[in-house]
């Protein structure tokens, strides 16, 4: 690790080792969360203007990294929330919805495993219930592991990751959508990696291209209807799923042509455009926050 900000170039993130899904709390430096760069590379407070006032959202993996980010920016914003997270990171979850809380806005936690089809149901019963509604939807939890070959491949891996990665995409929005009115926006996290195809992420890989394709043909169902579909596809972000999935060689490349790696208040800002009606005119496109990357969109 350098002695460099982390919005300063050159920064590097120490190696670190986590068990899946890995905690924010155990990340060494911490993400930052709601401040933004300066240009001279230090760091000020994020700027809110009212943005989201009165929204009601659900972020799904809400409990740390991009989904923290998202949570903490939305309610400066003036958005209530509920973000889903696993039972592992309950001391992660606590942690942001008291951060959330110190913004003065809700913020509701829902313990589950969306990979089971019922659960993304009793999720969207949960968030109308304690939101009174569903203004903007955020599919955000994933799910990766490094594996070199696909020769070395689980086959219970790749229908893991599939089953985390986009089939709760598809019951929450199937879900969600008929409490949801003109206005309303889901905002779908993709990756690099889908546009790159990063060798050794291949189940991942496959699961975030599947992500900008049902953010595409959603998109073009209900666009229509005032509902807008987008993405955000993240390059290197600091978050604990580095620490937890990624091994040494990786993280020490962990990086991007800007000379560092992104956090995760820079990948929020593109939630909070999106859900905003900043972005009235944008449907069914992804934003690639990704430090840099010029990749064919």
């Known amino acids: 690790m350098t002695d460099k900000g982390q919005f300063e170039q050159g920064f590097q993130v120490p190696v670190q080792d986590q068990a899946v899904p890995g905690l924010e709390s155990k990340l060494d430096p911490q993400p930052l969360y709601d401040h933004v760069p300066t240009p001279d590379g230090g760091k000020k407070l994020y700027q809110a203007a009212g943005k989201l ?18 949570a903490i920016l939305y309610a400066m914003e ?10 592992q990171e309950e001391e992660d979850a606590q942690k942001t919805k008291k951060l959330v809380e110190e913004k003065g806005r809700k913020c509701y ?13 009793k999720l969207i019963d949960d968030a109308l219930k304690q939101l009174g509604g569903i203004d903007i939807l955020v599919n955000n939890a994933a799910y990766q592991m490094m594996v070199e070959d696909i020769k070395d491949l689980p086959e219970d891996q790749w229908i893991h990751t ?14 969600a959508l ?14 690099i990696n889908a546009y790159i195809g990063r060798p050794d992420l291949l189940d991942y890989t496959s699961t975030k291209g599947a992500v900008v394709s049902f953010t595409r043909g959603l998109s073009n169902q209900y666009v229509s209807k ?13 978050t604990p799923l580095i620490a937890a999935t990624m091994n040494e060689e990786a993280q020490k490349q962990f990086t991007s042509p800007i000379g560092r790696p992104s956090q995760p208040s820079e990948i929020a800002t593109c939630f909070v455009f999106l859900a905003s009606t900043d972005s009235s005119s944008i449907a ?10 010029i990749v064919n969109g």
């Open 53 to 70: 006032e009165g929204r009601k959202a659900l972020i799904t993996g809400g409990d740390s990294g991009i989904g923290r980010a998202i």
């Open 78 to 87: 003036g958005a209530d929330s509920l973000i889903a997270y696993l039972p």
């Open 109 to 121: 936690l829902h313990q589950t495993d969306l990979t089971v089809r019922e659960n993304c149901k």
């Open 162 to 175: 599939f089953n985390v990665n986009i089939h709760p995409l598809f019951y929450l929005s199937k879900y």
């Open 178 to 191: 008929p409490h949801m009115k003109k206005g309303s926006t889901i905002i779908n996290n993709a990756s």
């Open 226 to 238: 005032g509902i807008r579909v987008n993405a955000v596809a993240p390059g290197p972000v600091w």
């Open 284 to 293: 069914g496109q992804t934003i690639h926050a990704n430090g840099g990357v």
